[in-house]
């Protein structure tokens, strides 16, 4: 897991009472979990309207959730330090899911690796912010706005 997900999981265990933990296995299909929520982690250098999630690991989230029954919740981080908190059961209420091939590097985990540099189809989807619950720094500290995680 990358330094920029670990930071993020400690500022969203200040606000949980339930506190998550991360995945120890680098290949495991999920990267956090606590007692209510699985999580899928995602570090953005820039923020976007809407953020991008790869079909394939929207399905596995599900179907973690599924099967573990627990939330699933698709966080992603920016530069700026915002946090974006979806919770994909409140999403897929509230939006359909249009998913598009658009080419993508093939991994940014081993970004270093010159063959993860190579672009490859994935079949993606955006999710509006605006659906999200959104920790912002303010004077110093985490604040959340528009709660909406269960």
Sequence with gaps: MKDKELHTVNILNTFLSNKITTEVDNFSVIDAKSKDYVIELKHRNRYYDDMLIEKDKFERLMDS???????????????????????????????????????????????????????????????????????????????LQNICLY
């Design 65 to 143: 959730s599924n099967l573990n029954n627990l939330i699933p919740l698709y966080v992603c981080s920016v530069e700026n330090g915002d946090i974006f908190v979806f919770n994909m059961l409140k999403v897929i209420r509230c939006v359909p899911l249009e998913w598009e091939t658009q080419m993508h590097n093939k991994s940014t985990e081993f970004y270093d690796k010159p063959d993860n540099k190579k672009k490859k189809r994935k079949l993606v989807s955006f999710i509006p912010t605006s659906l999200s619950t959104r920790a912002t720094l303010v004077d110093g500290k985490y604040e």
